[in-house]
């Protein structure tokens, strides 16, 4: 090969590839808010960002694939785990986690700053990024038709999709709080004192840590079937 003609290959490659990025970029900031849903984006979601960043989270977990490997890709966490669970864990982490093997730090945030960086990771659970997360994606889909259309879900994932963040079935979820399997056959409350436990825990055993789940009665029923029928 000459060393014209090595000159050609190279312009030719730099220039086409240089036109291709370009594209990418301008396609992406034409459909932005297709994909990340920019105008939901509100002061209480950057001030979760700030939360984020200040507590230096990212040195643990990732966020779209960006940061550290030791705990759980937080990108989907919204719907693996919901509100109520997500602040009890980042306020709580020594008592939620203390049968785990894996730890995490009290890194001391507030109440408020809690309830910021839930409105971060609602903004982050819901931009369009090819399903990823994959392994959480069964997750938001549960999460997301469970109380508007339970009947096209199947029942373990509305079960996974609201208590996997903490609870395991069929090797499926996070043995954190226990298997479903396990808890069943040790569990002696009926379907009411089932459901109001998951609704409000502490007004059935006053020594529990769970937090109040973000379900409705009806999706609680479904849980609370689908627990009792493995006994």
């Keep these: ?65 960006f940061g550290g490997y030791y705990a759980p890709d937080m990108t989907k966490a919204y719907y693996r785990l919901g509100e109520s669970n997500i602040i ?44 990823w997360p994959p392994q959480d994606e069964k997750y938001v889909q549960a999460a997301r038709l469970r109380d508007e259309q339970p009947e096209k879900v199947r029942k373990t994932d509305i079960v996974l ?10 090797n499926q979820g996070r043995d954190i709080a226990g298997d479903f399997g396990e808890l069943a056959r040790d569990l002696d409350y009926d379907r009411e004192t089932l459901v109001r436990f998951m609704l409000d825990p502490r007004s059935v055993n006053s020594d529990s840590s769970m937090p109040a789940q973000n379900i409705t009665p009806e999706t609680a029923g479904i849980i609370a079937d689908f627990i009792l029928s493995l006994r």
Excluded at 5 to 30: E, P
Excluded at 92 to 119: C, H
């Design 88 to 131: 009890s864990i980042v306020m709580q982490p020594q008592e939620i986690y203390r049968d785990s093997f894996r730890k995490m730090p009290n890194l001391g945030v507030t109440e408020a700053e809690a309830a910021d960086l839930v409105q971060f990771l609602h903004w982050t659970a819901n931009i369009e990024n090819r399903k």
């Design 161 to 170: 999709g609201a208590c996997g963040g903490c609870h395991s079935f069929a």
């Design 1 to 65: 090969m000459t060393l014209r003609n090595a000159r050609i290959i190279f312009w030719a490659g730099t220039l086409v590839s240089v036109a291709i990025f370009a594209w990418l970029t301008w396609d992406f900031h034409r459909q932005e808010e297709a994909y990340a849903h920019t105008s939901k984006i509100d002061d209480r979601v950057v001030a979760g960002k700030k939360v984020w960043h200040k507590y230096n989270c990212n040195n643990c977990h990732t966020i779209l694939g």
